[in-house]
């Protein structure tokens, strides 16, 4: 539970099937998150979101009417927003993240202290969490992006004005790894991976990992502007 004086992430919880929003609503309240609102398709979460102003937005993709992917942008400028569908096509996955989702997981590829943990760590910005097949699949949809040259170096990462060891770390967030992980291949504390993180993002002027994986991946131009 959260101490004295601790403000409780306040969540708004996105999804048509009231089944499905019932036990998100219980998972996360048992987390110690606090869900403020609940929405049944993009038009609803953009008005609630507004209205509540949240902390992050759990989202379907699959919905009546706006759907997530109309309405993940618009809602990435309100809060963060976590993805949770049981939709794995790539470039759905992929269009997502450029637009803006912080994190994608698909449902029934996580427990529920997982989801608690993946809301706490996007709120914080210790994660972009992404199930291992939204992971799988963004890069893929990224890459064919480029025309399939998933093995061509792009030419305008030296731009990019990256240190070697940002380089290596901006490497492990593309193939799809938590903080945690980068911090195990590298053998260093995870708030170092935190703070080569922290450096990459203002270096690129992104803010998310789906950003930062498409400007590696010679997806995106110039940085996205996304408004908090």
């Known amino acids: 539970m959260s101490g004295a004086g601790v403000r409780r992430v306040r969540a708004l919880v996105v999804d048509d099937n009231p089944v499905v929003r019932a036990g998100l609503v219980a998972l996360l309240e048992a987390g110690d998150v606090h869900v403020v609102g609940e929405a049944v398709d993009g038009d609803h979460a953009l008005e609630e979101a507004k209205r509540l102003r949240p902390d992050i937005v759990l989202l379907d993709v699959r919905m009546p009417g706006v759907d997530g992917l109309a309405a993940v942008g618009p809602l990435s400028a309100l809060a963060k927003v976590l993805m949770l569908s049981y939709d794995t096509d790539a470039e759905v996955i992929g269009t997502a993240i450029r637009d803006g989702a912080s994190g994608y997981l698909v449902h029934g590829s996580f427990a529920a202290e997982e989801l608690v943990a993946a809301v706490h760590d996007t709120v914080a910005g210790r994660a972009s969490p992404l199930s291992p097949a939204a992971s799988k699949a963004v890069v893929e949809a990224l890459r064919r992006a480029t025309g399939g040259a998933a093995a061509e170096p792009v030419p305008d ?72």
């Open 157 to 228: 990462r030296h731009a990019l004005g990256l240190s070697p060891r940002e380089a290596q770390v901006m490497e492990l967030i593309a193939r799809g790894h938590a903080n945690r992980e980068i911090a195990l291949a590298l053998v260093v504390s995870e708030n170092t991976v935190k703070n080569h993180v922290n450096r990459i993002f203002a270096k690129m002027g992104v803010r998310t990992r789906g950003a930062a994986i498409a400007r590696w991946l010679g997806t995106a131009g110039s940085p996205p502007s996304v408004p908090r």
